[in-house]
């Protein structure tokens, strides 16, 4: 699976796991993500995915390097969708 996948298939589990905000976005701790088993089984190197997702602005969490104990409350924040542009005619 290459970077592009994994973070696709983060949003899906940040979207099955968070409680959505009323601006559209998602809210997840980095403790229940970690913790889950489904997200065990799919995701190598969680700390890299959600380092690349912060990256590329889909996800939004305080530090930089997330561990696991010491961060469990850490809220990550899954940035809301952008609606598609109108067309225009």
């Known amino acids: 699976m290459n ?4 973070v696709g298939r983060l949003k899906e589990e940040i979207q099955r796991l968070g409680k959505i ?5 998602y809210k997840v701790t980095f403790g229940a993500l970690f913790n889950d088993d489904k997200c ?3 995701f190598e190197a969680l700390v890299g995915t959600l ?3 912060k ?3 889909i996800v939004m969490y305080e530090g930089e390097l997330l561990l696991q104990g010491v961060h469990d409350n850490v809220e ?3 940035n809301p969708t952008p609606s598609p ?4 005619t």
Not at 85 to 88: I, K, N, R, S, Y
């Open 21 to 25: 905000q009323p601006d559209g976005s």
């Open 76 to 78: 990550i924040t899954l």
């Open 3 to 6: 970077v592009d996948e994994e």
């Open 51 to 53: 380092r690349a997702a």
């Open 55 to 57: 990256k590329r602005k």
């Open 85 to 88: 542009p109108a067309a225009t």
């Open 40 to 42: 065990a089984n799919i």
